[in-house]
């Protein structure tokens, strides 16, 4: 147990040395000492089930065993070599990371973070194309270097200084918030609440948004492009989820226009969306290149880039280097993480567990005025809170914020996300029960119960 003067030391050294940018989650942050599986325990011996597993990353679970022995196994015999010479780790891992993506995919670039692999990619469009022009969505988060600040599109993260040249938002095909979209557009167990005109096989809302994505394409790029960067499903922003079809129409747009097409995995990969390994799987879609990072290393800092060996060639006119990228120890984490996926059949359990806990959430939905919209796929989650059924205002922040907090000091942490921290996140190790996910449930049915309770006394 913690002394409670080491705590506020704790809090002052947060303060006063370490990057004041940093968000720090709930009022008295907690101060953890260890984690194990789906749990992580703070320095007063509290459990908390972890419903965000540090941003998505923890895919496996908190110091999963089996990583943990062969990461320990790795570091006692080489840590680094910067691949200027080999060592098996390397060719092992790029061998087993590509059989999981179908073919032209076999080429791994390997790097320490997303951003870095998206810089990366979108070097690589460039280079490849010889164009400029690269399209994102509103309201993605692709990475926070200076280059992909200018793909990431979620204004909280940008700084007002010139950035991103040659970088061109387009709308967001957004079923819940955008004009278009309703009880048929999603791929998800739980559609929204929103009536549409649309019927299986006929989406109007995609084809509305794809004549809006050829606008962008018309209008703000030059006839030739780069590329097109999307996650298959929004992370930061909420889980946010496009009409069934959109992807694979907007990939054959760039593609006409020169274009490659990225697929940012760094939170749908991995197999968290269940059904399918890789989120580009469930838009029936082969991208040109598809970077990685988060739960390739189950919280371990690595990135990949993994493209055709015909783009990867155009990068080997020079050279291109990367110091840590590769190293001994991360691709035998990232090997130990893609054993424990199959071993433990974290993928069936992400779409078991995972269809289960937002079938049980919806009810919530059903049962409440405040939670507007339950979505996802897999254990990739999000509940958008609002002022009222029906209308897509954020409830306020401090009302939220109150839920959250409540959720938290009864054991589960959950995410924030979305332009007004209004969508709850929940996307935790794969490893997660059904009994956890009632456990979650009932959690949350409470906190909004004292919510109504609160508001009944105003
Ligand atoms: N892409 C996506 C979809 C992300 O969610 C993030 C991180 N939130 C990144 C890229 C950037 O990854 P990193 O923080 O490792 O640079």
């Given at each position: ?132 022009d690269?399209i ?32 061109s938002?387009t709308m ?39 004549e809006q994505f050829k606008d962008t394409l018309n209008t703000c790029v030059p006839k ?235």
């Open positions: 147990k913690y002394q409670s003067y080491a705590y506020d030391h704790m809090l002052k050294i947060r303060e006063r040395n370490i990057s004041p940018s940093l968000v720090t989650y709930y009022k008295k942050p907690l101060l953890l000492h260890q984690g194990y599986m789906q749990w992580l325990f703070d320095y007063e011996g509290r459990r908390y089930l972890d419903l965000f597993a540090g941003i998505v990353t923890v895919s496996v679970g908190h110091c999963h065993p089996k990583v943990t022995v062969a990461t320990q196994k790795q570091l006692a015999r080489l840590w680094h070599t910067t691949n200027i010479y080999m060592h098996p780790s390397i060719q092992e891992y790029a061998e087993k990371l590509t059989s999981f993506l179908p073919d032209p995919l076999k080429v791994v670039y390997l790097t320490n973070s997303g951003s870095e692999a998206n810089d990366l990619a979108m070097f690589l469009t460039r280079i490849y194309t010889r164009n400029f690269i994102c969505f509103r309201g993605g988060y692709h990475g926070g270097s200076p280059y992909t600040l200018g793909v990431t599109s979620i204004g909280p993260y940008k700084h007002g200084i010139a950035n991103g040249f040659g970088c938002t967001l095909p957004d079923v819940f918030r955008g004009p278009w979209g309703g009880s048929h557009c999603r791929d998800s167990p739980v559609q929204t609440i929103r009536k549409c005109s649309c019927s299986e096989g006929v989406c109007h809302a995609k084809d509305q948004y794809v030739t492009i780069a590329g097109f960067i999307a996650e298959p499903i929004q992370g930061v922003n909420g889980t946010v989820q496009y009409p069934k079809g959109f992807l694979k129409e907007a990939y054959q747009l760039v593609r006409e226009r020169g274009g490659l097409c990225i697929s940012d995995e760094v939170q749908t990969g991995f197999g968290r969306t269940g059904s399918h390994f890789w989120g580009f799987q469930t838009h029936d879609v082969v991208p040109d290149i598809v970077t990685m990072a988060k739960g390739i290393g189950n919280g371990f800092p690595m990135g990949a880039v993994v493209t055709t060996k015909e783009i990867a060639s155009s990068l080997a006119q020079n050279l291109h280097f990367n110091t840590f990228g590769g190293n001994p120890v991360a691709c035998v984490v990232g090997a130990a993480v893609l054993d424990a996926i199959e071993e433990d059949g974290l993928q069936k359990n992400s779409e078991e567990v995972g269809t289960y806990m937002l079938l049980e959430f919806a009810k919530l939905r059903d049962k409440f005025e405040i939670v507007g919209d339950v979505r996802g796929k897999g254990l990739m989650i999000g509940i958008e809170m609002v002022t009222n059924k029906g209308s897509c205002h954020p409830l306020p922040d401090e009302e939220i914020s109150r839920i959250w907090e409540d959720c938290k000091d009864m054991g589960v942490l959950i995410g924030r996300g979305g332009l007004c921290r209004q969508t709850f996140r929940i996307k935790p190790p794969m490893c997660i029960t059904k009994r956890d996910a009632d456990f979650a449930v009932e959690v949350f049915r409470t906190a909004l119960e004292r919510h109504m309770e609160r508001a009944a006394e105003k």
